[in-house]
């Protein structure tokens, strides 16, 4: 229920930046990279939650095997029935973790695909004089969102720890 509600909100977030459509308007193209960029915190505080759950789950699943999957794999290939069916359940963990990943970024795409073909067409039909400004402003909101996607990775990272 939880993954439910946390991709129905990214959803929700994503719808309320008016979906995907596309612009070739200077100031719509900014509006629409300013909801993206705020639109992200909701995206990579539901990537962590996504990460925080796949690592106590496989913390709990590892806890008899010295908290090491080749411990368990070497155990598995012994034909040990509770060592293979911990194996199964640590596979099929990896592979939800997958699933969700997915999902969430599914979610990004139309919005994300409409902005960058806006942005790109935008840069073309422009004269650069004309677009420095936009630009400046454009690059501001990329940096935001690089800083976001550093944290994440960064707080991903402390969990593997």
Known sequence: MKKL?????VGSLLASCGGSS???????????????????KGYYAKL????????????E????????????????KTNDDAAMDAWADLQNLSLQKS???????RITEDFDDALQLSIGDIRDLNEPKD????????????????????????????LRK
């Open 5 to 9: 509600f946390m991709l129905l909100f």
């Open 99 to 105: 699933i969700d990943i997915k999902a969430l970024n």
């Open 131 to 158: 677009l420095e400004a936009w630009s400046k402003s454009i690059e501001a909101e990329n940096k935001i969102a690089n800083d976001l996607a550093e944290a994440s990775n960064k707080a991903i990272s402390e």
């Open 22 to 40: 596309y612009t070739t308007d200077k100031e719509s193209a900014l509006e629409m990279k300013k909801e993206q960029t705020e639109a992200l």
């Open 61 to 76: 699943i590892l806890a008899d095997y010295g908290g090491k999957s080749s411990t368990l794999w070497d155990k598995a």
């Open 48 to 59: 962590l939650d996504i990460n925080t759950e796949f690592e106590a789950a496989q913390k």
